[in-house]
């Protein structure tokens, strides 16, 4: 019977480890869908910047200057309108990046204490485990 109890404990032990292997995996997984999350909100921003400079009425007249037309006012306000709309589009994504990346940020903390209280788990069953197949002194 003791056996038995050594490699079930053995096979405890071993189920313990990979469920902290999985946890592990799955707050790096998240992590890096934080950093996308932030990469994706640091280049929206700077779209969001050059637009608004891009929007203003002197930086339209020039471009549309470049442009040969003979209705230069609605290519301006095409200009207008087009960057208005991009902008409207970038300003709902990056509030939707927004609340999900702090969704992901709690996520991740939940992931992070799951980790660690696994660990001290697995920490005491293995010192649990060695103090049990330690040799015994007469």
């Known amino acids: 019977t003791g056996k038995i109890e050594s490699m079930d404990a053995k096979q ?5 480890l990979e469920i902290l292997n ?11 869908q934080l950093m996308d999350y932030t990469d ?10 050059q ?4 929007i203003r009425p002197e930086v339209i007249e020039r471009s549309a200057a470049t442009i040969g037309s003979l209705r230069p006012e609605e290519v301006r306000e095409n200009k207008r309108k087009s960057l208005e709309s991009e ?3 970038l300003t709902e994504q990056l509030s939707q990046i927004q609340a999900s990346r702090g969704n992901m940020q709690s996520s991740l903390q939940n992931a992070d204490l799951l980790v660690d209280k696994l660990r001290i788990k697995l920490d005491k069953a293995i010192d649990e485990q060695l103090d049990d197949t330690s040799p015994k002194k007469p």
């Open 40 to 49: 994706k909100e640091s280049s929206i921003r700077s779209r969001l910047e």
């Open 22 to 32: 999985r946890a592990e995996t799955r707050a790096e997984n998240l992590r890096k």
């Open 12 to 16: 405890k032990l071993l189920l313990d």
């Open 51 to 54: 637009i608004e400079y891009d």
């Open 87 to 89: 902008r409207s589009r």
